[in-house]
């Protein structure tokens, strides 16, 4: 006998690829020790390339070579190092550039580390990104703040800083206008809970929808657009054989889950419902037509031979289960009695099923079991 197959849950996948991605980092970190312990902190000031064992001796050499060079009028960052200057005027100038060349460069770091999570970074999470990223801390004093957190609430064209009601502080990216096709890229893909936007999905799975709808408001430039390759999944499914009649709206979400292995996240393109979803982004993508009193989703551009209508009939088991219960109460029953014993004594009464609308209408279409009188 062949072995079973045993498949993974989703939060069980989830769980792996947080911990892989959580053992590279702190890898990377440990090795990043090991060089330092046995190289020490170098002096990056070209020509120096001195070492140091403890951080703060190298950051006292560096305000050394700073105050050596501010004194001659002398650059030392970059192209420029080297470069003499006559005039302090010009010198405080020059300097100026190369300190907004930097806050630039930490502006476009902070918004491409918060850009690429979808919903955001708590701000415990966004100061491990950044540091995985970039290989520093976050710059916060360079810009003249005492935290990381004064100089992301200092920043509001760049971030934009959501109070969780669990007393967590989530940090959105705010693209410019070289980011907003990067935005809307990332706000048409499926939610990523890797590394540690982990912890991140963790805490956004207990907030309401409200606040993931202002979120998502937030975040996105998004343009109701389904991906090219949602729309071919979605062409795919409704080509199966087991589907030929359509595919029942109210179970498609259910079929998309267990077909594709992930949730069908409609809310991430813009929709705010599954029928908004297949209604305006999957036209001409799927056919929607009514059937009875739900929607199908079939192949779009497939014609249909002409459906010949068919007469409303009422199985002889629910004829049957319906006279006993009428039996049991000669001087009649309301229609939610009725409904509920009938599920009590015989099972889920599907009135989709018999075509029906509700219970009045079934006792309509069987008029040799049951009456149908109104109530004064």
């Given at each position: 006998?062949?072995?079973?197959?045993?498949?993974?849950?989703?939060?069980?996948?989830?769980?792996?690829?947080?911990?892989?991605?959580?053992?590279?980092?702190?890898?990377?970190?440990?090795?990043?020790?090991?060089?330092?312990?046995?190289?020490?902190?170098?002096?990056t000031v070209a020509g120096c390339g001195q070492a140091f064992k403890e951080i703060f001796l190298l950051r006292s050499h560096?305000?050394?070579?700073?105050?050596?060079?501010?004194?001659?009028?002398?650059?030392?960052?970059?192209?420029?190092?080297?470069?003499?200057?006559?005039?302090?005027?010009?010198?405080?100038?020059?300097?100026?550039?190369?300190?907004?060349?930097a806050r630039l460069k930490i502006i476009n770091s902070i918004r491409s580390v918060l850009l690429y999570n979808k919903h955001?970074?708590?701000?415990?999470?966004?100061?491990?990104?950044?540091?995985?990223?970039?290989?520093?801390?976050?710059?916060?004093?360079?810009?003249?703040?005492?935290?990381?957190?004064?100089?992301?609430?200092?920043?509001?064209?760049?971030?934009?800083?959501?109070?969780?009601?669990?007393?967590?502080?989530?940090?959105?990216?705010?693209?410019?206008?070289?980011?907003?096709?990067?935005?809307?890229?990332?706000?048409?893909?499926?939610?990523?809970?890797?590394?540690?936007?982990?912890?991140?999905?963790?805490?956004?799975?207990?907030?309401?929808?409200?606040?993931?709808?202002?979120?998502?408001?937030?975040?996105?430039?998004?343009?109701?657009?389904?991906?090219?390759?949602?729309?071919?999944?979605?062409?795919?499914?409704?080509?199966?054989?087991?589907?030929?009649?359509?595919?029942?709206?109210?179970?498609?979400?259910?079929?998309?889950?267990?077909?594709?292995?992930?949730?069908?996240?409609?809310?991430?393109?813009?929709?705010?419902?599954?029928?908004?979803?297949?209604?305006?982004?999957?036209?001409?993508?799927?056919?929607?037509?009514?059937?009875?009193?739900?929607?199908?989703?079939?192949?779009?551009?497939?014609?249909?031979?002409?459906?010949?209508?068919?007469?409303?009939?009422?199985?002889?088991?629910?004829?049957?289960?319906?006279?006993?219960?009428?039996?049991?109460?000669?001087?009649?029953?309301?229609?939610?009695?009725?409904?509920?014993?009938?599920?009590?004594?015989?099972?889920?009464?599907?009135?989709?099923?018999?075509?029906?609308?509700?219970?009045?209408?079934?006792?309509?279409?069987?008029?040799?079991?049951?009456?149908?009188?109104?109530?004064?």
């Open positions: 006998m062949g072995t079973q197959a045993v498949y993974k849950s989703y939060q069980q996948l989830e769980d792996e690829d947080s911990e892989r991605y959580l053992k590279k980092q702190a890898d990377i970190i440990e090795r990043r020790k090991a060089r330092i312990e046995a190289e020490g902190h170098k002096c560096i305000n050394d070579h700073n105050e050596e060079c501010r004194k001659s009028m002398k650059c030392n960052q970059g192209k420029c190092a080297g470069l003499k200057f006559t005039n302090r005027r010009e010198y405080n100038e020059h300097v100026d550039m190369h300190k907004e060349e955001g970074l708590l701000m415990e999470a966004f100061e491990r990104e950044f540091r995985g990223m970039t290989g520093k801390q976050v710059p916060y004093k360079l810009l003249g703040f005492n935290s990381s957190y004064d100089l992301v609430t200092n920043m509001p064209d760049v971030v934009q800083v959501t109070h969780l009601a669990g007393g967590q502080t989530l940090l959105l990216a705010v693209p410019d206008k070289a980011t907003e096709h990067i935005a809307k890229m990332v706000g048409n893909q499926r939610t990523n809970r890797e590394g540690f936007n982990y912890r991140t999905g963790e805490v956004l799975a207990s907030v309401s929808r409200d606040v993931i709808r202002k979120i998502e408001k937030t975040v996105e430039g998004k343009t109701r657009e389904v991906p090219e390759f949602m729309k071919k999944q979605v062409g795919q499914l409704v080509q199966l054989d087991t589907f030929e009649e359509g595919l029942d709206l109210q179970e498609f979400k259910e079929v998309y889950d267990q077909e594709f292995g992930y949730p069908l996240e409609y809310q991430c393109y813009g929709f705010y419902s599954l029928e908004d979803f297949v209604f305006h982004g999957l036209d001409g993508v799927v056919e929607i037509e009514l059937d009875g009193f739900s929607w199908k989703i079939g192949q779009s551009g497939v014609k249909k031979a002409a459906k010949t209508p068919k007469v409303q009939e009422v199985t002889s088991e629910v004829k049957d289960n319906v006279k006993k219960l009428l039996d049991e109460n000669p001087f009649g029953v309301s229609t939610p009695t009725f409904i509920k014993s009938y599920e009590e004594c015989f099972g889920k009464l599907n009135l989709r099923q018999l075509r029906c609308k509700d219970a009045v209408e079934l006792c309509f279409l069987i008029p040799d079991v049951c009456d149908v009188n109104k109530a004064y």
